[in-house]
């Protein structure tokens, strides 16, 4: 009997401990379970720093301040004056060469057409001539007619009314006349000059003697003294028929000139650029340098191809160097705005209401709504006028972890006693 009593005392401590136990660890259950159901947020700082809104486009190498060296002359390089690396000056020989017999017959026919240019030139300058002494002796008509006591008042005001007769409209329409015809022999004039120049660069493309274009340094010099040129047919042969007409280069020249590269820009983006805004340039076969250049020209026309149209835009780079040659592949960056010392915070956390912006902000472990005033904006910042302080807390996402924590009971599975079933503590008999 005292053996049952003994063992039914253990018993009931056993029942009480696992009470105790299946209590504490409900109440911890419950806890974590609260916690879990909390809100978790996912925050930034507002930020004090610069803001750069830019445009990005890809295009090419337009000029990279080098000029070549072309003939149309066809014969044999007799003498080469020049090497690789060499400083020239514009009109210092390049290289001679003996014509051929075609050679000779366009180089005769390109200095025909150049006397026959000149002396265009100056049949149409004394035209001009003439056409202006008949306009200054016909304002002198007209000037002498308005001035005298029928069409001119004794104080010097004009007498409208004698001034509207047919005579003093004559005079006055042929002075007007000759001075229209004046002023228009003066575009014929102009483009008389401009034959004239186009026949002497013909004529010297096809002279014996190649010439420096301007001042530099030679480069990527491609004949040689007894080579065969064919410059009408922009090939070097040691025989051949030559077609009149095509540029054959003989070398480059260098200068100091800064590059020039070609940008096109898509019908989003040429309403925000402008020329005189700075712009980054990178080149593909240049690896980690940046370049930097100015907006020269933009073209708001713009060209239509397969349906998208397209508006070219020339840069101008601040600095050269040897390695950029024409035709090379680039990118640019062009700077429409920068703000330095500005607020920042992530463009996500701007919301909009119609036209009012807020941003979620955490204070003291509670999330409140503030309205602001943005100002530049970017993919990933924005910048924040007024509602923000430096330091403030945004919330840039929620996470709710009962989402992804269990929330069921640790005892939902029953509590299994020594003998017996699931949910319940039985003793045994």
């Known amino acids: 009997m005292q053996s049952l009593l003994v063992f039914v005392q253990k018993r009931k401590k056993l029942l009480l401990i696992a009470g105790g136990i299946f209590v504490t660890s409900l109440i911890i259950w419950r806890i974590m379970a609260g916690q879990n159901n909390k809100t978790q947020y996912q925050t930034a700082k507002v930020e004090r720093g610069t803001i750069v809104s830019m445009v990005s486009t890809s295009g090419t190498v337009l000029s990279a301040n080098i000029i070549k060296i072309t003939t149309q002359a066809s014969g044999t390089v007799n003498n080469i004056y020049v090497k690789d690396e060499q400083l020239v000056k514009k009109g210092d020989k390049i290289l001679e060469v003996s014509l051929d017999q075609e050679g000779e017959q366009q180089n005769a026919q390109a200095w025909s057409s150049y006397l026959s240019a000149k002396n265009s030139l100056s049949s149409v300058e004394a035209t001009a001539y003439s056409l202006q002494s008949d306009m200054f002796a016909k304002w002198d008509t007209f000037f002498n007619l308005a001035t005298n006591s029928t069409y001119q008042n004794a104080d010097g005001s004009a007498n409208e009314t004698n001034r509207a007769l047919p005579e003093f409209h004559i005079a006055k329409d042929d002075w007007l006349a000759?001075?229209?015809?004046?002023?228009?022999?003066?575009?014929?004039?102009?483009?008389?000059?401009?034959?004239?120049?186009?026949?002497?660069?013909?004529?010297?493309?096809?002279s014996p003697t190649v010439?420096?274009?301007?001042?530099?340094?030679?480069?990527?010099?491609?004949?040689?003294?007894?080579?065969?040129?064919?410059?009408?047919?922009?090939?070097s042969t040691t025989s051949g028929t030559n077609n009149a007409g095509t540029n054959q280069q003989i070398a480059v020249i260098q200068n100091d000139n800064l590059p020039l590269a070609s940008y096109n820009l898509s019908e989003v983006d040429v309403t925000r650029v402008k020329s005189g805004m700075k712009a980054t340039v990178t080149l593909d076969s240049i690896q980690g340098k940046t370049f930097?250049?100015?907006?020269?020209?933009?073209?708001?026309?713009?060209?239509?191809?397969?349906?998208?149209?397209?508006?070219?835009?020339?840069?101008?780079?601040?600095?050269?160097?040897?390695?950029i040659l024409p035709n090379m592949s680039?990118?640019?960056?062009?700077?429409?705005?920068?703000?330095?010392?500005?607020?920042?915070?992530?463009?996500?956390?701007?919301q909009t209401i119609g036209d009012q912006s807020y941003v979620?902000?955490?204070?003291?472990?509670?999330?409140?709504?503030?309205?602001?005033?943005?100002?530049?904006?970017?993919?990933?910042?924005?910048?924040?006028?007024?509602?923000l302080k430096e330091g403030d807390t945004v919330i840039t996402g929620t996470q709710n972890s009962s989402t992804t924590t269990t929330s069921s009971s640790p005892f939902s599975g029953g509590f299994v006693g020594t003998r017996g079933g699931s949910g319940n503590f039985r003793l045994g008999r």
């Open 292 to 323: 930097t250049g100015q907006v020269m020209t933009v073209d708001r026309i713009g060209t239509v191809s397969s349906g998208v149209t397209s508006y070219p835009v020339i840069i101008r780079f601040d600095t050269g160097a040897p390695q």
């Open 330 to 350: 680039t990118s640019a960056n062009i700077i429409i705005d920068s703000k330095g010392d500005v607020l920042l915070v992530p463009s996500a956390v701007i």
């Open 178 to 206: 000759t001075e229209a015809k004046y002023k228009n022999q003066q575009a014929v004039i102009t483009q008389a000059q401009s034959a004239l120049n186009s026949a002497w660069l013909s004529y010297q493309l096809s």
């Open 360 to 387: 979620r902000v955490l204070i003291n472990g509670k999330e409140q709504q503030v309205p602001v005033e943005t100002g530049l904006s970017l993919d990933t910042q924005t910048e924040v006028v007024s509602g």
């Open 211 to 235: 010439t420096a274009p301007m001042d530099g340094t030679v480069n990527n010099l491609v004949v040689v003294e007894g080579m065969v040129i064919n410059g009408s047919s922009g090939q």
